[in-house]
Nanobody
Framework: QAQLVESGGGLVQPGGSLRLSCVVSGGTFSNWPLGWFRQAPGKEREFVGYITTAPTSTFYADSVKDRFTITRDNAKRTVYLQMTSLKPEDTAVYYC???????????????WGQGTQVTVSS
């Protein structure tokens, strides 16, 4: 069974950047679309974005579009979330996910990592 392990979270000032990584072990990595989600304190987990299999394309939530970028490296079995122009409202635990589904875009998931905390504060 595949395992997802996120890393790269931390404290960053507003306007700053951060790159999260998620290594996926087990299974055929290149066959899976992969996504990122986040959960802020007191709120439900929400969709951030996802990347398809090759040839890759991406889709993002409106709240992060033009600020966040998802990429993948199949040789390293890793998916990345590059975050720029960070805002305090981006503070959350960030999760990578597989087994994505949804009507139209893949905005829901069945398998999750343990999450990594991102805090945006001065």
């Amino acid at each position: 069974q595949a395992q997802l392990v996120e890393s790269g979270g931390g404290l960053v000032q507003p306007g700053g950047s951060l790159r999260l990584s998620c290594v996926v072990s087990g299974g055929t990595f290149s066959n899976w679309p992969l996504g990122w989600f986040r959960q802020a304190p007191g709120k439900e987990r929400e969709f951030v974005g996802y990347i398809t299999t090759a040839p890759t394309s991406t889709f993002y939530a409106d709240s992060v579009k033009d600020r966040f970028t998802i990429t993948r490296d199949n040789a390293k079995r890793t998916v990345y979330l590059q975050m720029t122009s960070l805002k305090p409202e981006d503070t959350a635990v960030y999760y990578c996910a597989k087994d994505l589904y949804g009507g139209g875009h893949l905005t829901r998931a069945r398998s999750w990592g343990q999450g990594t905390q991102v805090t945006v504060s001065s």
